[in-house]
């Protein structure tokens, strides 16, 4: 059984520009989350796709969007990078809503 | 906003000591989650626990050990004759509500020097 792995592990883009981030989730897992770590920093809850659906938003602008597919992959958008959106981002999976989640390693974005 | 507060910044142990890390929450919710996950160098959060609202009953995992009590909504973790390998940033974190949306704490470093 494979975990979670998300691509790429490292990406440096420049302010303004627009980034994709992809997540492919452990086998038998629906639900895939995603997070924003800032250096030093617990992280923070974006959103949470069920089933294709979006269930749950955290504080984040709409410029941070996303889709999960048929194969409950999953895709972070992010629009007009600012450089405060250097970060670390965590992608869970899960078998339900409610059920522990796995993390992968993460994608380390930088924004100059 | 309804946080996790993790008081330690950072603590260090020699190898052998017993640590314990303390995680505070805030929380409207009735019916929660509380997890640990452990975030060693390479940077993936590695699930340890999930602990539901209605359970109060610590819990031995090996080393590791939980104490939940719910009259003070404190969940601390502590490690027995702690290791090297034990050195990683740890996180407490609640559910919102009775799901796996999490809200984290700021994270605790440990260093466990040999």
């Known amino acids: 059984e494979t975990g979670v792995t998300q691509s790429p592990t490292h990406l440096i883009k420049t302010r303004g520009q627009q980034v994709t981030l992809r997540c492919s989730s452990q086998?038998?897992?629906?639900?895939v989350s995603w997070y924003q770590q800032a250096l030093g920093q617990g992280p923070q809850f974006i959103f949470q796709?069920?089933?294709?659906?979006?269930?749950g938003r955290g504080n984040f602008p709409p410029r941070f969007s996303g889709l999960q597919f048929p194969n409950y992959s999953s895709e972070l958008n992010v629009n007009a990078l600012e450089l405060d959106d250097s970060a670390l981002y965590l992608c869970?999976?899960?078998?339900?809503?409610?059920?522990?989640?796995?993390f992968g390693q993460g994608t380390r974005l930088t924004v100059v | 906003a309804q946080k996790v507060t993790q008081a330690q910044t950072e603590i260090s142990v020699v190898e052998k000591e017993d640590v314990t890390l303390d995680c505070v929450y805030e929380t409207r919710d009735t019916t929660y989650y509380l997890f640990w996950y452990k975030q060693p160098p390479s940077g993936e959060l590695v699930f340890l626990i999930r602990?539901?609202?209605?359970?109060?009953q610590n819990e031995i995992s090996g080393r590791y050990s939980w104490n939940f009590q719910k009259s003070t909504s404190s969940f601390n973790f502590t490690i027995t004759a702690s290791q090297v390998v034990d050195s990683a940033v740890y996180f407490c974190?609640?559910?919102?509500?009775?799901?796996?949306?999490?809200?984290f704490g700021a994270g605790t470093i440990l260093r466990v020097k040999s």
């Open positions: 796709y069920y089933r294709e659906e979006e269930n």
């Open positions: 602990r539901n609202s209605f359970d109060e």
């Open positions: 974190a609640r559910s919102m509500e009775y799901g796996n949306k999490l809200v």
């Open positions: 869970a999976s899960s078998r339900t809503q409610n059920t522990e989640a796995f």
């Open positions: 086998s038998g897992h629906n639900t």
